[in-house]
């Protein structure tokens, strides 16, 4: 098991809300990252938070934010939801140099999100 | 922006046959190929990764190749075992772990 921990594990919410998961990092990482994943498909990124800064963000509307707090915790926010938004939500962590070498990403266990 | 294609999209096999997973990256910039396993219901798991500074990776069952010309590379597991029943995705990245994803193959080992 990796020391990346996501909550809730499960969420339903409704059409039109605004809902916030949550992610540890593993300890001694610096970097999150957030994916999506819908049945079937590969997970998608989102975007990424390194030392407290948006660092890269995918095809995702700005419905889609973030945070990343000073203990490299993180937060992923929807807002408006959606039907298709429902969802596996994945955060991985990583521990980044900076130099753009890329570092092993763990996945926590995911934050399943039923828009109804 | 980066596209990864995976294939097979399923892929059955007995116990003891090997499997073999292949995926083609468009970036050539890309320069960290790592490969996950999905149980269902579970978080993906890296099983095993290369950089583009080396063509070849093994560890026990597990191999992975890297043809950096062809732009592909590709998953190699001997001796299967039930246990190795999963959804694999191979991945690419060319900074900051922000990975691309394949769609997947769903591999079956029959006892």
């Known amino acids: 098991e990796t020391g990346v921990t996501q909550s809730p594990t499960h969420l339903i919410k409704t059409r039109g809300q605004q809902v916030t998961l949550r992610c540890s990092s593993q300890?001694?990482?610096?970097?999150v990252s957030w994916y999506q994943q819908a049945l079937g498909q590969g997970p998608q990124f989102i975007f990424q938070?390194?030392?407290?800064?948006?660092?890269g963000r995918g095809n995702f509307p700005p419905r889609f934010s973030g945070l990343q707090f000073p203990n490299y915790s993180s937060e992923l926010n929807v807002n408006a939801l959606e039907l298709d938004d429902s969802a596996l939500y994945l955060c991985?962590?990583?521990?980044?140099?900076?130099?753009?070498?890329?570092?092993?990403?763990?996945f926590g266990q995911g934050t399943r999100l039923t828009v109804v | 922006g980066e596209n990864v294609e995976q294939h097979p999209s399923t892929l059955s096999v007995q116990e003891g046959d090997s499997a073999v997973i292949k995926c083609t990256y468009s970036d050539s910039a890309s320069n960290y190929f790592p490969w996950y396993k999905q149980e269902l219901g579970k978080r993906p798991q890296l099983i095993i990764d290369?950089?583009?500074?080396?063509g070849e990776k093994k560890d026990q069952r597990i191999a992975v190749t890297l043809n950096k010309t062809a732009k592909h590379f590709s998953l190699h597991i001997t001796e299967t075992q039930p246990e190795d029943s999963a959804v694999y995705f191979c991945a690419a990245t060319s900074g900051y772990s922000t990975l691309t994803f394949g769609k997947g193959t769903m591999l079956l080992v029959s006892p």
């Open positions: 938070y390194y030392r407290e800064e948006e660092n």
């Open positions: 300890s001694g990482h610096n970097t």
């Open positions: 991985a962590s990583s521990l980044e140099g900076g130099q753009g070498w890329d570092a092993e990403a763990f």
């Open positions: 290369i950089r583009s500074n080396v």
